[in-house]
């Protein structure tokens, strides 16, 4: 595929935004659906039925691969950052179907880690305006995000109502020890939401941990799923109140939400395309593994880092193959660098423009992330490895970023 005539061919090394290409079955899955399907929970004629067996074969699916043994407890959203501000807005009220007190009251106190997204950051500090929440932020540390001896000194001194944090981080790609992190939380009974966007399908036992209260995660990335689906899984210890409410296709003689999961949680046409896509890319992983997806990934990136450190012109931000986060996940294949002399957005376009690599310069939503790493002023530069990507790839991304930086030393 030739971009813009004499443009090299695109290499695609933007993964964590989105992964692409999707694997062929996805495409189908999705075009299948929207021609064979219509509202599933809305009639009892045959495209509706058609509808409903691919929403339900979906859940249960993907209920298997993620280890969630209550597959109605796992939600289908509009995307991973609306499953956060489900879990936080939810949690802000008493639950009305269990009894449960509102778990962030006024002057509740949250912990989180130091390179958290937008997506949490900023629903969070809109409760801190409206409630008074205090916002404990655990200490960098890198390779790890931050340690788990720290996280339970924070647990029982700041004795914090909820902990929120990213499972790995989309800047660095460093990731946190998730069954240390869960099983704290489980042993100071303290719920944990984990923000999952950059890990979903690159293991298959994210939910066996114990402790983990709330699990988020977009479809678009390492499930290979479309944009405009996101999952939540909420624990069974747990309820939340519905952030909206509307329609269901049960319970229409009431007037308020249905008490059951999933329809409680989900009002609303679900969107069956996006959802049939997600089955096929949950199909795709199984086929080829997620682990061997996931060491396919970290060697790339592996290779990518060692090119890094062995330059005199660029400074790494990532972790490589020394990262001891003793997390099943150790890291994922993102990687971030900066090019002294040149912002961010300078040499990915750069990349673009000469080269025909696809990359992300500047803060990635993740500000929080940029002020711990002082890089807020110029941003970083972006690579996201994944499965499609190749090792002759990753060469020809070296030679470029090695062209691109001499160029920049050489007018400093």
Known sequence: MNLEGAKPELIYMDNAATSYPKPEGVY???????????????GAHKLAMNSAREVFSTRE???????????????????????????????????????QQAILSKGATVLISALEHNALMRPLKALEAELGLKIVQLPYEPGKIFSVSELRRLLEEARPSLVATVHASNVTGEAIDIGSVAASCHVARTPL???????????????????????????????????????LHVSKEYDLEPLIAGGTGSASEELQMPFVYPDRLEPGTSAGPAIAALGAGVDFIESVGADMILQHEIRLSDAFISFLN???????????ATNNSGSIIPRVGNVSFSVPGMTADRVVDALDREYGIAARGGLHCAA?????????????????????NTETEVNELARAVHEISQRAAATA
């Not at 062995?310 to 490589?320: C, D, E, L, M, W």
Request: glycine content about 12%; hydrophobic content about 35%; some cysteine.
């Open 28 to 42: 189908t899955a999705a075009d299948h659906y929207f021609r064979q399907a219509a509202n599933p929970g809305r």
């Open 61 to 99: 699916k993907v209920a298997r691969f993620l280890k969630v043994r209550d597959s109605e407890r796992l939600i289908f959203t509009p995307g991973c950052t609306y499953s956060l501000n489900m879990v936080l807005r939810g949690l802000t009220k008493p639950n009305a179907a269990s009894g």
């Open 193 to 231: 939401l984990i923000d999952a966007a950059q890990t979903a399908g690159l293991e298959k036992q994210h939910l066996i941990h114990p402790g983990i209260s709330f699990w988020c995660a977009s479809t678009h990335k390492g499930l290979f799923g479309q944009p405009g689906l996101g999952l």
């Open 310 to 320: 062995a330059s005199n012109n660029v400074r790494v931000y990532s972790p490589g």
């Open 368 to 388: 929080l992330a940029h002020e711990t790493l002082g890089t807020t002023k110029e941003g970083l530069v972006r690579l996201s490895f994944g499965y499609y």
